[in-house]
């Protein structure tokens, strides 16, 4: 059974930090590209990070560059989003999600295999 379980959001106050995890089971994590897709209150899916299959090259959004870092551990079939400089509209639901191949994606529907998020609130 495919698995992708999210954990490490919470309540943060603008400019702290959070780091995500992601911990992968069901299928061969090292033949997937990895991306965090978020999805904030009454909006659609917002892609913001992803990363090869081998933690070479990583891609982020606009809005997250210099914010972000996505990072994975194939031996520990995990992938991270440590993120700093938190503000209020990064509040939503982030998900990671799984795409087969050693190219990544920004196209949330590209991807084969969904977790199943963790609530990420940024107020003070």
């Known amino acids: 059974e495919v698995q992708l379980v999210e954990s490490g959001g919470g309540l943060v106050q603008p400019g702290g930090s959070l780091r995500l995890s992601c911990v992968a089971s069901?299928?061969?994590?090292?033949?997937?590209?990895m991306s965090w897709v978020r999805q904030a209150p009454g909006k659609g899916l917002e892609w913001v990070s992803a990363?090869?299959?081998?933690?070479?090259?990583?891609y982020y959004a606009e809005s997250m560059a210099g914010r972000f870092t996505i990072s994975r551990d194939n031996a520990k079939n995990t992938v991270y989003l440590q993120m700093n400089s938190l503000k209020s509209e990064d509040t939503a639901v982030y998900y990671c999600?799984?795409?087969?191949?050693?190219?990544?994606?920004?196209?949330?529907?590209?991807?084969?295999?969904w977790g199943q998020g963790t609530q990420v609130t940024v107020s003070s």
């Open positions: 999600a799984a795409k087969r191949g050693i190219s990544a994606s920004d196209n949330p529907n590209n991807y084969d295999y």
């Open positions: 069901g299928f061969t994590f090292d033949d997937f590209a």
């Open positions: 990363i090869k299959w081998n933690g070479g090259d990583t």
